[in-house]
């Protein structure tokens, strides 16, 4: 696709249970982010990829938060025991290289995430 | 944590007016780049100034940054309603070993009254 494209646009679940939330980027960004925002805030970092593996996990919030990038392309965030706390939009962003400098990210429309 | 903070939390301007937006942030950076986002979509990337940059222009946009003040500011000029968005800076943090993504601010919420 021209986009980052994220799935599913709305996610409504039941505290504690598990969550998958899907990023598709842009061919050939090597560079893959996931952000997390609240309502009137500002995006939160939460993990950063080059190609297939984690550059900087440290802004993921605790053990129940995972993400994998197996072919370098396609992401998954995993989200298991949901709480409440939880709920916000999670987004996700490629670019063309990480490196020394970040240059533009390139934004999904998001995947709202409501724990009930 | 954030590192950058915009100022003012929200501004509301008439059509045609200028709008400017400031954002302060708190250490080094490689660059520092300004977003938009309208309600409920992603964020749009709009313009990108690095460290040894003090002005940057972009159609409507202008950016400038003042790495002794720790500030930036972006001006948007001759406002219009499709304007009305947030608008985050972002720092690139200089950590020494390489990128760790961007650091976003909670934003500037602008309004455009027609």
């Known amino acids: 696709g021209a986009g980052v494209s994220q799935t599913p646009s709305n996610k409504v679940t039941e505290k504690g249970k598990y969550v998958e939330l899907r990023c598709d980027p842009i061919s050939g960004h090597t560079a893959l982010y996931w952000y997390r925002q609240s309502l009137g805030q500002g995006p939160e970092f939460l993990i950063y990829?080059?190609?297939?593996?984690?550059?900087?996990d440290s802004g993921l919030p605790n053990d129940r938060f995972f993400a994998v990038r197996p072919e370098g392309s396609v992401s998954t965030l995993k989200i298991q025991r949901t709480e409440r706390g939880d709920s916000a939009v999670y987004l996700c962003?490629?670019?063309?290289?990480?490196?020394?400098?970040?240059?533009?990210?390139?934004f999904g429309e998001g995947s709202r995430l409501t724990v009930l | 944590s954030q590192q950058g903070e915009e100022d003012p939390q929200a501004l509301s301007i008439q059509e045609g007016e200028n709008a400017t937006m400031n954002c302060s942030y708190k250490t080094s950076i490689n660059n520092l780049q300004w977003y938009r986002q309208n309600s409920g979509r992603g964020l749009v990337h709009l313009i990108l100034?690095?460290?040894?940059?003090r002005e940057k222009h972009s159609g409507r946009l202008r950016v400038t940054l003042d790495t002794s003040k720790k500030s930036s500011s972006l001006l948007i000029t001759a406002s219009r309603a499709a304007d009305t968005a947030s608008y985050f800076c972002a720092t690139d943090m200089y950590s020494g070993g390489g990128a760790d993504g961007l650091t976003f601010g909670k934003g500037t919420h602008l309004i455009i009254q027609p």
């Open positions: 100034i690095r460290s040894n940059e």
């Open positions: 990829f080059q190609g297939t593996g984690a550059a900087d």
């Open positions: 962003a490629s670019s063309l290289k990480g490196g020394v400098y970040t240059g533009e990210l390139f």
